[in-house]
């Protein structure tokens, strides 16, 4: 048996996204959330974004995300956080293969709409 959540809860649990610390992760971040997997070194810190208002069970980044100043490093996720530092993860998302490999110094852009939470609708 499966069950599934009103159009209303979906909108309850997405609009907790308000506050998001936008993170870059070297490796899983897992559902528990381990920060020593997020890049260190350089300018790197995370960077603050909420999400756009809720649309068929949907939120997306509604801005370009930039980080700057980086390590050389090779990302492999994106996590999103509910503080500047430390926290809970909120959301993780694995970027695509390869992954994108950043030399000393150089930015990376996380592009507006490119990351969506979403819960499904009642099969």
């Not at 930039?66 to 956080?81: D, E, K, M, N, R």
């Amino acid at each position: 048996m499966n069950g599934w959540v009103t159009d209303w809860v979906a909108e309850q649990w997405l609009g907790l996204f308000d506050d998001a610390w936008w993170a870059l992760h070297v490796q899983d971040p897992g559902r528990a959330g381990a920060v020593e997997s997020e890049v260190v070194g350089g300018s790197y810190k995370r960077q603050e974004s909420g999400f756009t208002s809720v649309e068929s069970r949907t939120i997306w980044l509604p801005e370009k995300v930039t980080w700057v100043g980086l390590p050389a490093v090779i990302i492999s996720h994106i996590g999103v956080w509910n503080s500047a530092v430390n926290g809970r993860l909120l959301s993780a998302a694995l970027l695509p293969v390869p992954h994108p490999q950043v030399a000393q110094g150089a930015s990376f852009v996380l592009n507006k709409h490119t990351y969506a939470i979403s819960i499904g609708l009642p099969a």
